[in-house]
């Protein structure tokens, strides 16, 4: 049985580096919600010269577009969106300081090569999980673009929040490298 990595935020160069494709990790402190909308109105602002609303600098930001909470609970259901929707903005948000990413699916050649040159993770939620992934949101609060509802960007402090090193620093890919490992040859 394999061990579990134990991460705190913000990210260090280090911990990124010592993350290997396949490894399973338990990510505790700040992460953020942002989905394509939010994506967008960010590579807007850097390309315009403004400051973010947010300090991306070794921080994680989760592909998600939580749903409302119900009563008594911090948020709602919290599930992966597909990450190849934010390929066109994830090299600029990367050049910003971030350090990882959390989603679902496989990412572009040009994403791959920017983690590389960036020393930034990409971690795969684990798929219909929304649920449990909720569980371990303990606070939830809109920090930007409100206006997006469920896009806005939140500001999630997690506890113990659940997922796989999909591809590392190095570009070692589990989407590849678990392809291979199955694959039957004649």
Do not use: W
């Amino acid at each position: 049985m394999s061990t579990i990595k134990k991460l705190t935020t913000p990210l260090t160069d280090q911990q990124v580096k010592d993350l290997k494709a396949g490894d399973q990790v338990s990510i505790s402190g700040v992460i953020y919600t942002a989905r394509d909308a939010a994506h967008k109105l960010l590579t807007e602002s850097i390309k315009k010269g403004e400051e973010l609303p947010v300090d991306f600098k070794n921080q994680i930001i989760y592909y998600a577009g939580p749903t409302p909470a119900k009563p008594g609970k911090v948020i709602g259901s919290c599930g992966p969106t597909t990450s190849g929707r934010m390929d066109a903005y994830s090299p600029t948000m990367m050049e910003q300081g971030l350090k990882g990413m959390i989603g679902k699916g496989p990412r572009s050649k040009e994403v791959v090569e920017s983690m590389i040159a960036n020393n930034v993770v990409y971690f795969a939620a684990i798929g219909g999980a929304a649920a449990l992934i909720a569980d371990s949101v303990k606070e939830a609060e809109v920090v930007a673009f409100d206006e997006l509802g469920p896009e806005a960007i939140r500001r999630l402090v997690v506890e113990d929040y659940p997922c796989i090193v999909a591809i590392d620093s190095e570009g070692n890919n589990l989407y590849e490298l678990g392809v291979q490992q199955y694959k039957v040859v004649d």
